[in-house]
T-cell receptor, first 112, second 113 residues
Framework: TQLLEQSPQFLSIQEGENLTVYCNSS?????LQWYRQEPGEGPVLLVT?????EVKKLKRLTFQFGDARKDSSLHITAAQPGDTGLYLC????????????FGKGTRLHILP | DADVTQTPRNRITKTGKRIMLECSQT?????MYWYRQDPGLGLRLIYY???????NKGEISDGYSVSRQAQAKFSLSLESAIPNQTALYFC????????????FGPGTRLTVT
């Protein structure tokens, strides 16, 4: 069973600090996505990365796909309370094009 | 208006009852999915459908059934609800291709007593 391991599970930091969360696997993926979920709502897609080594930026968020397409990181610069939420990574398997698997998420809390 | 809608948003039901959760989408996507979310277990796939005639089981389909009534509608049924089916249920859609970006509805909070 392919697994996506996210770390840390929980992170609580002060506003203005930087942070990085990780998504790792032993499997190679065709693509990887990051989602943010707020309480009472469904996950919302933030970004998709498809090429090994790819880096994408979304304002203060920087996403990187590992060179071997087995892992990814999300870095937040100068975190703000609005960044609070559950961050999920999800990946498509290279030999399947019909479904993706999700990690269990990193629950991030930014203290004002 | 939301692209993916789910009804009901909240439901409390008793053990043994039949319940249906409905999902509608206006994104024009062919692919639709049902997930459940439990604390500590993440999102798990129940069923998915590529079109009206194509229904596939996910990793936790036991105790559930689905119906794809049209391209835009995908419903999930619990034939005889049990307490361990208490969870958040999400419908999602995805466009074509291999990237499979998911667009989620707002979820249904289901409690089985």
């Amino acid at each position: 069973t392919q697994l996506l391991e996210q770390s840390p599970q929980f992170l609580s930091i002060q506003e203005g600090e930087n942070l990085t969360v990780y998504c790792n696997s032993s499997s190679v993926f065709s693509s990887l996505q990051w989602y943010r979920q707020e309480p009472g709502e469904g996950p919302v897609l933030l970004v998709t990365v498809v090429t090994g080594g790819e880096v994408k930026k979304l304002k203060r968020l920087t996403f990187q796909f590992g060179d071997a397409r087995k892992d990814s990181s999300l870095h937040i610069t100068a975190a703000q309370p609005g960044d609070t939420g559950l961050y999920l990574c999800a990946a498509g398997l290279t030999n399947r094009d019909d479904k993706i698997i999700f990690g269990k998420g990193t629950r991030l809390h930014i203290l004002p | 208006d939301a692209d993916v809608t789910q009804t009901p948003r909240n439901r409390i039901t008793k053990t043994g009852k039949r319940i249906m959760l409905e999902c509608s989408q206006t994104k024009g996507h062919d692919r639709m999915y049902w997930y459940r979310q439990d604390p500590g277990l993440g999102l798990r796939l129940i069923y998915y459908s590529f079109d009206v005639k194509d229904i596939n089981k996910g990793e936790i389909s036991d105790g559930y059934s689905v119906s794809r009534q049209a391209q835009a509608k995908f419903s999930l049924s619990l034939e005889s609800a049990i307490p361990n089916q208490t969870a958040l249920y999400f419908c999602a859609t995805s466009g074509g291709g291999t990237i499979l970006e998911q667009y989620f509805g707002p979820g249904t909070r289901l409690t089985v007593t």
